[in-house]
């Protein structure tokens, strides 16, 4: 487990597989500064 973000810390390179197959990037794939990111916990 690792440890909380702090304000002002870089976010850690994260990489995805969406829903539709395809892969998204955090941070990279990001166009703005500021960004809300939201995972949900889908089907069981």
Do not use: C, N
Request: proline share 7%; charged share 15%.
């Amino acid at each position: 487990m690792t440890d909380k973000l702090g304000a002002g810390d870089q976010f850690p390179s994260l990489s995805l597989t969406i829903q539709d197959g395809s892969t998204v990037a955090l941070p990279e794939d990001i166009s703005t500064p500021y960004a809300i990111v939201l995972f949900y916990r889908g089907h069981w």
